[in-house]
């Protein structure tokens, strides 16, 4: 889109922009989410960015109407296998906050200043702007949903000093954190650890949500006591435990969707997990993808036209382990369950039927079968990388080099771990008729596996 196109998004509050641009109003100072419900600004009032960083670094704050800073990511993040692409999955999986910029760069394969060169050329802004972007956001949702003291929120969102935590906070949000908290109207009096029932949070989506079918195949696809999925379905909560960088955590997200969002609320060991535990789920449950323009594509195809209007918004659902989906497609649901009797690691703390984390792969270096053992010793020493920016052809290569580890189930762990959201049916290139669906085969293999399964009167 050009910036007129974008004025028109702009005008006519567009939703389904939120996340893929921003506009700056220079009059006001703020910046909004293209779908923003005030008065539309002169067209040369306005600005546009496409992050939220590259508005904050140009000096205007957030709308406190729409919050900008709560939709969805791009679409683009997933879709692309390039640096940017890359190097945007693993800021949003916290990888700057925990190893900074050189830890960026080094993951990607290049200097600190070509990462640098390339994100703000194309992005407006640099790793650690957009590291910061997010930082903040954390913290507005512990400051506005927890009673923490705000110095154990502003070391727990990823920000090194108080210090710095203050001064973001004012830039971007006008506002001193304790005077966020008090008119969000929910904080909370106590002052102790964060209450039991875990961080309460809205996960943003745009467009259709098919969220029957996303429950459908996490409930067909539980492993017991890492996972579980309880209630009827349209009123399910799916629960499940989380191994993380600094501790474990518990997340539950309920199946009834509201006007763009999902419920959940996450328990952690360690608060400073927040967001990387955020972005995990939300690549399990496929929160940033485009249903616009998938279904728009997908719907161009006559075989594939009926599937998609009878379930408008299907997702491609990821992973919210990738090493562990990568073990668990190899030996099934039923072995997997059993691995995590043997090898998996109890929780200090279970919470009803949920009493341990899936196994590293370093624990399953021992396991009997031989193909099990080659894939995990892969993962363990980094001959396979699974994780938010790895390149995706290499990671395919890797698997299907492993002994006992079929095309199939390569292409699914690219389709799944990696959330790659254009993989042939099968790992086949030359499928008849897959050409017309990029660069959304996975959606399209998703119909027709679900469209597939109904007919046989099962689940997937």
Not at 79 to 94: L, S
Not at 293 to 301: P, Q, W
Not at 332 to 344: F, I, K, M, N, T
């Amino acid at each position: 889109m050009d910036e007129e196109g974008k004025y028109q998004a702009v005008t006519s509050r567009d939703a389904r922009f939120d996340g893929e641009f921003f506009f700056a109003v220079v009059t006001t100072g703020i910046y909004c989410r293209p779908s923003c419900p005030a008065v539309t600004p002169k067209r040369e009032n306005v600005r546009f960015y496409p992050t939220a960083a590259a508005a904050q670094g140009n000096g205007f704050r957030a709308c406190r109407r729409c919050r900008p800073d709560a939709v969805p990511g791009s679409a683009d993040w997933n879709a692309r296998a390039d640096v940017v692409g890359r190097a945007m999955r693993m800021i949003g999986d916290g990888i700057v906050d925990r190893e900074g910029v050189p830890g960026l760069a080094g993951r990607l394969g290049y200097s600190t200043r070509q990462v640098q060169r390339q994100l703000t050329g194309e992005l407006g802004a640099g790793p650690v702007a957009l590291a910061r972007a997010q930082r903040a956001h954390t913290a507005r949702v512990l400051l506005q949903t927890t009673g923490l003291p705000v110095t154990e929120i502003a070391f727990a969102s990823g920000f090194a000093s108080v210090r710095q935590f203050n001064d973001t906070i004012r830039q971007i949000y006008a506002r001193t954190p304790s005077l966020l908290r008090t008119e969000s109207g929910k904080a909370r009096k106590r002052t102790g650890p964060a209450p039991a029932a875990g961080i309460p949070l809205r996960l943003a989506y745009r467009g259709a949500y098919a969220a029957a079918e996303v429950f459908d195949l996490l409930a067909d696809e539980t492993v017991p006591r890492v996972e579980e999925v309880a209630g009827e379905r349209g009123a399910r909560t799916y629960r499940r435990t989380l191994r993380l960088p600094y501790g474990t955590g518990i997340a539950a997200v309920d199946e009834t969707p509201h006007p763009g969002w999902l419920d959940a609320r996450i328990h952690l060991t360690d608060l400073r997990d927040l967001t990387t535990a955020v972005q995990r789920l939300r690549r399990l449950l496929d929160l940033d993808a485009d249903p616009y323009a998938v279904d728009e594509r997908l719907a161009a195809d006559p075989a594939l036209a009926p599937l998609v209007a009878a379930r408008p918004g299907l997702r491609s659902p990821g992973a919210a382990d990738p090493d562990e989906f990568a073990v668990r497609a190899l030996v099934g649901r039923s072995a997997a369950a059993g691995l995590v009797e043997a090898y998996g690691k109890l929780l200090d703390q279970p919470c009803g039927a949920l009493t341990h984390v899936f196994p590293e792969p370093g624990a399953l270096t021992g396991a009997e079968d031989p193909a099990l053992r080659a894939l995990a010793a892969a993962l363990a020493d980094g001959v396979v990388h699974l994780g938010p920016g790895a390149d995706r052809d290499e990671a395919e290569r890797a698997l299907r080099a492993l002994p006992g580890l079929t095309a199939r189930t390569a292409a699914l762990i690219r389709m799944r771990a990696l959330g790659d959201p254009d993989v042939a049916p099968d790992g086949e290139e030359g499928t008849a008729g897959a050409a017309r669906w990029r660069p959304w085969r996975s959606y399209a293999v998703r119909h027709l596996w679900t469209a597939a399964y109904d007919r046989a009167g099962r689940r997937p």
